[in-house]
């Protein structure tokens, strides 16, 4: 990983296979998380714990957590690529990004869990940012996807294109 600074100071991971194997390595305590924002200077408060929210674009309600996807392998996954189910958690959310500007990003943090928000995603509280997602892996995961010729599969966003 490199470590560049844009608002957090994080290192970056630099590819799709460099996020797997830390997925891989993550221990079954580390609960790890994707979320597409202008990063943790701006979801956190200073210390780091406190008042960490999102808001629910339908209503405006604001949610006891951050917003995020888990990054964590599920059982019956089985023995399939971590490559490709990282691609497509980074693929599920890529909208923000259209809808919210060029400086939202995806960046991977160690949460707990807090609820549910209204499109049933974790709400989390961050325990501790840990990188940045970088543009290639981005382009690495869509090319992951597309790979798999599906029809009837494609990123959660509601909006016509």
């Known amino acids: 990983m490199s470590e560049v600074r844009h ?3 994080m290192p970056v991971i630099e590819d799709l296979d460099q996020l797997a194997a830390l997925i891989e ?3 079954p305590d580390e609960q790890l998380y994707v979320r597409w ?3 943790p200077d701006a979801d956190l408060t200073p210390s780091g714990q406190s ?3 999102s808001r629910d674009a339908l209503t405006g309600i604001e949610l006891p957590g951050l917003s995020a996807n888990p990054l964590g392998v599920e059982d019956w996954w089985g ?3 971590v490559r490709l189910w990282v691609a497509r958690r980074l693929y599920d959310y890529c909208h923000p990004r259209q809808l919210r500007g060029p400086d ?3 960046w991977v943090l160690v949460g707990d869990q807090c609820g549910r928000g ?3 995603e974790p709400l ?3 325990q501790r940012p840990i990188a940045w997602v970088s543009e290639r892996a981005l382009h690495q995961a869509d090319e992951a996807v597309e790979e798999q010729s599906s029809e009837e599969w494609g990123p959660l966003h509601r909006a016509d294109e």
Do not use: L, W
Request: hydrophobic residues 25%; positive net charge.
């Open 118 to 120: 209204p499109d049933n």
């Open 51 to 53: 008042a960490q929210s």
């Open 124 to 126: 989390v509280i961050c």
């Open 104 to 106: 939202v990003r995806p």
């Open 25 to 27: 390595k993550a221990g």
């Open 37 to 39: 924002s202008r990063g």
């Open 7 to 9: 608002g957090a100071r």
């Open 79 to 81: 023995e399939r690529s």
